[in-house]
């Protein structure tokens, strides 16, 4: 069994970052990929970020693009997003999510396509 943990977020003002880290526990993360994703009050949970299992390559949500970066330290099988230039309007709930087998990168956008969550962290920004 995959188990998730998240860390790293908080209450910070328009502009600020946060370093938001995943850290997995049961299984290697490397050859599988990762995803995040982020949960508003009120709306679905959408997908923000992803990473190939090959380590390289990335993928981002258009309003993410430029400000946010995800990234694998394999050797701690933790993933990290790294938040800059926060919006009010990124203020949601945040969540790492691992596929049950390699990730398949046609669906990285798709929350059907990952098998293990962790239990989110909270990522307030005051304007």
């Known amino acids: 069994q995959v188990q998730l943990v998240e860390s790293g977020g908080g209450l910070v003002q328009a502009g600020d970052s946060l370093r938001l880290s995943c850290a997995a526990s049961?299984?290697?993360?490397?050859?599988?990929?990762m995803g995040w994703f982020r949960q508003a009050p009120g709306k679905e949970r959408a997908f923000v970020a992803a990473?190939?299992?090959?380590?390289?390559?990335?993928d981002y949500v258009d309003f993410v693009k430029g400000r946010f970066t995800i990234s694998g330290d394999n050797a701690r099988d933790t993933v990290t997003l790294q938040l800059s230039s926060l919006k009010p309007e990124d203020t949601a709930v945040y969540y790492c999510?691992?596929?049950?087998?390699?990730?398949?990168?046609?669906?990285?956008?798709?929350?059907?396509?990952?098998?293990?969550w962790g239990q989110g962290t909270q990522v307030t920004v005051s304007s």
């Open positions: 049961g299984r290697s993360l490397s050859s599988y990929g």
């Open positions: 999510a691992a596929p049950l087998n390699p990730l398949r990168w046609s669906r990285r956008v798709e929350p059907r396509s990952y098998a293990f």
């Open positions: 990473l190939h299992w090959d380590g390289r390559t990335t």
